[in-house]
């Protein structure tokens, strides 16, 4: 156990509604990272948090937006979805950057 | 050119070989080196961390980064079914505030 909580684990949602995924960091963590797996590509970088502040950004689509909260939980919004966004979030905490970043379980998005 | 490169494998050895692992990379800024190992979709989890180039062992993991060449490695020794995953090499640089992940090499170690 990483000690960073998603929720909720499997989300199945139909095309053009919006959904929330959490993530609550390990206890002391200031960083939050958000991934996304698809089946046919790596983890792709999508946002990243430290201390309630976003600190980079990598390729989220526009539809998508993030925000850190200050008990430092994140939540990451994905709205008018389509089924091209089908695939695993993760979330990544972790203290100062360039530390060590652990991973939580992820939320399996299933769009239909 | 993509800034990690890993080969996606698949790897497949005999139980009790050694497992060898590498990534390339183009950026030279990168000094922060990890490797995640994931089971079958589930989280990443870290095995390894290190800074700057050198060797770090820890158990059967060994972690290897040659910043000259732009080339990290690990190795599993005496592998197990256990160790049956996809690995996957991170790194970032001084400034970064991302981690930049390689694709990942599946490894299957066969009983």
């Known amino acids: 156990d990483s000690g960073v909580t998603q929720t909720p684990k499997h989300l199945i949602t139909a095309t053009g509604q919006r959904v929330t995924l959490r993530c609550s960091p390990r206890?002391?963590?200031?960083?939050v990272y958000w991934y996304q797996q698809s089946l046919d590509q790596g983890l792709q970088f999508l946002i990243q948090?430290?201390?309630?502040?976003?600190?980079a950004k990598g390729n989220i689509l526009e539809r998508f937006s993030a925000q850190q909260f200050p008990d430092l939980h994140s939540e990451l919004n994905l709205s008018s979805l389509e089924l091209g966004d089908s695939a695993l979030y993760f979330c990544?905490?972790?203290?100062?950057?360039?530390?060590?970043?652990?991973f939580g379980q992820g939320t399996r998005l299933t769009v239909v | 050119q993509k800034e990690v490169e890993q080969d996606p494998g698949p790897l497949s050895v005999p139980e009790g070989a050694i497992v060898s692992l590498n990534c390339t990379y183009s950026?030279?800024?990168?000094?922060?080196f990890m490797w995640y190992r994931q089971y079958s979709r589930k989280g990443p989890e870290l095995l390894m961390y290190?800074?700057?180039?050198g060797n770090k062992e820890d158990g059967r993991f060994t972690a290897q980064v040659d910043k000259s060449s732009k080339y990290i490695s690990l190795f599993i020794r005496d592998s197990q079914p256990s160790d049956s995953a996809t690995y996957l090499c991170?790194?970032?640089?001084?400034?970064?505030?991302?981690?930049?992940f390689g694709a990942g090499t599946t490894v299957t170690v066969r009983a």
């Open positions: 290190t800074y700057s180039s």
């Open positions: 990544a905490s972790g203290g100062a950057p360039n530390t060590e970043a652990f």
């Open positions: 948090y430290y201390n309630g502040e976003e600190r």
């Open positions: 991170a790194m970032s640089g001084l400034n970064d505030y991302k981690l930049s």
């Open positions: 950026n030279s800024a990168f000094q922060y």
């Open positions: 206890s002391g963590d200031l960083s």
